[in-house]
């Protein structure tokens, strides 16, 4: 047996790929006061045992086992493709119990890391030394903290010479022992034989009968079995989420860190950090400026002295190197080439597809649309199912009637067509090069190259016309 001490901090190793992770997901959160299940809360747009899965995986563990059993179902149903086994604990025992039942999916002579489900911000870096430390020690490895206001969580009680000796939670504790600001975080790492000894022993003789996790912090002590403490990266990471007061706390915690690296690592002017949010994954170059709130879906990618204004939502797009996003503008499943001007009030819906130059204006909707170098559609328009040439200018208020009530048809405008005000295309349509249609004409045909294209209409004047008068009641 070893002496058990916190303060011999043991030399790193390479970490082997015999971790097994059991993340605990099966409690209840009532306090959440919500039909969707805790861990299916969403932080940073993802649900908090999605990232805590994401963040587990970084380790390349041998397994990871996820603990569910509180409408247990529908969390399952949310992680179809992840590479995860599931262990279900139908009744909700206590975390002692939660952690037995993931035992059999885990390998004899691996290290079990556990991590909650609903922690969602624990970073990589954290966790791998929790895990380094104990595969090179063989040791439980503790994840402890000091805290200003410890209510609610495990107290560590030390001996006289510092080592760990038991854990009290809250219920259990004195208060002496309240007073006590170390708090166990929830997270440990432990060589899954010594759990699979002690968590069959494990009673409920505390105040909330459950089988507690926490009690093989004495068992170790009393054995003289190895274990230390080691603390988060950074003091945000373990923050519990049990409310939805907990969980926007989390989300402004996320929301500040991602802003400030997009600072930090990679320059980016953001006019206020506080009023950014990160709801996947924004990957910027350099000289990017983004105005206040903006949202940002799915992943991102804007090239160099890409600007976004104020207000717009960005989902799955690509913003090419010099294009100004302009403020309002929505953006899902775009690709936008360089030095174009989008917005404001633009959208680009799914499968739009600019190339540089090209101007996209007010209100002007696109879809499944490809715009070649140079065209502009800068106020009021529709634009369906359609590939438009170079050098085109679609008037004001143009659409292009692209469904016939049953089926989707597409509208050709080449190259250089000029095209008047509140034109209406009906699909299928072509219209060839250089063409020039007329303001307020329908296209129900194809069009020639070099023509003019109008609807013959005809202006009557009435003159000294007398607008009828409001007849008073
Ligand atoms: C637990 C710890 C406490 C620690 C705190 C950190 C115990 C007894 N207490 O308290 O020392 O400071 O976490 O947040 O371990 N769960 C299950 N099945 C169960 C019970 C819980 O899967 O039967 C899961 C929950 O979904 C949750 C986690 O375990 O993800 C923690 O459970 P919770 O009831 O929130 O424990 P705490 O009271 O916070
Ligand atoms: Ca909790």
């Known amino acids: 047996m070893q002496t058990s001490s916190d303060h011999s901090t043991p030399t790193p190793m390479a970490i082997p790929n015999n971790i097994a992770v059991i993340i605990l997901a099966a409690g209840a959160g009532k306090r959440m006061k919500s039909s969707l299940p805790k861990v299916l809360q969403k932080v940073g747009g993802m649900p908090m045992l999605g990232r805590v899965i ?96 410890p209510a609610g969580l495990g107290r560590i009680m030390r001996d006289a010479a510092g080592n760990l000796a038991s854990i009290k939670n809250e219920r259990d504790a004195s208060l002496a022992e309240k007073e006590v600001k170390e708090i166990w975080t929830g997270l440990l790492a432990c060589p899954i034989q010594k759990l699979a000894e002690w968590l069959p022993k494990l009673q409920k003789g505390n105040a909330e009968k459950e089988y507690y996790l926490t009690d093989i912090m004495a068992f170790a002590a009393a054995e003289n079995t190895a274990q230390f403490s080691c603390n988060p990266k950074q003091a945000w990471e373990c923050a519990g989420v049990n409310d939805q007061i907990e969980r926007a706390r989390a989300e402004r915690q996320y929301q500040i860190t991602c802003a400030n690296a997009l600072m930090m690592n990679h320059g980016v002017t953001l006019a206020d950090p506080a009023r950014i949010e990160l709801r996947g994954n924004l990957i910027c170059a350099a000289n990017v400026a983004i105005d206040i709130n903006c949202i940002f879906e799915g992943t991102v990618e804007l090239d160099n002295n890409v600007t976004v204004g104020a207000n717009c939502v960005l989902k799955d797009c690509k913003i090419a190197a010099g294009t100004q996003v302009l403020p309002f503008t929505m953006i899902d499943g775009a690709l936008v080439g360089k030095n174009c001007k989008i917005g404001p009030y633009a959208r680009l819906r799914p499968n739009t597809n600019l190339a540089q130059d090209v101007h996209i204006g007010n209100f002007v909707e696109l879809k499944a649309a490809s715009v070649a170098a140079g065209s502009k559609a800068n106020h009021l328009s529709y634009l369906g199912d359609t590939v438009i040439g170079s050098g085109v200018n679609i008037g004001a208020g143009t659409i292009t009637c692209n469904y016939d009530g049953a089926n989707k048809h597409q509208t050709i405008i080449e190259d250089n067509v000029f095209v008047g005000s ?52």
Do not use: M
């Open 54 to 149: 994401a963040t587990a995986q970084q380790l390349n563990p041998a397994s990871t086992t996820v603990v569910y059993g509180y409408q247990g179902e529908e969390v399952r149903a949310a992680f179809p493709d992840a590479a995860l086994t599931w262990a279900l604990q139908t009744e909700q025992l206590g975390t002692g119990h939660a952690v037995l039942q993931a035992l059999p999916h885990c390998a004899a002579d691996g290290i079990a890391l556990i991590l909650y489900g609903d922690i969602p911000l624990i970073t990589e870096p954290t966790i791998r030394n929790l895990a380094d430390k104990a595969a090179a020690t063989n040791a439980l490895v503790w994840l402890t903290q000091e805290v200003l206001n």
């Open 422 to 473: 509140d034109v209406q295309l009906v699909a299928p349509v072509r219209v060839a090069a250089g063409a020039t249609i007329a303001a307020g004409t329908t296209i129900w045909r194809d069009v020639d190259g070099a023509s003019l294209n109008l609807n013959p209409k005809t202006q009557e004047q009435k003159a000294n016309w007398q607008r009828p008068v409001k007849t008073p009641k």
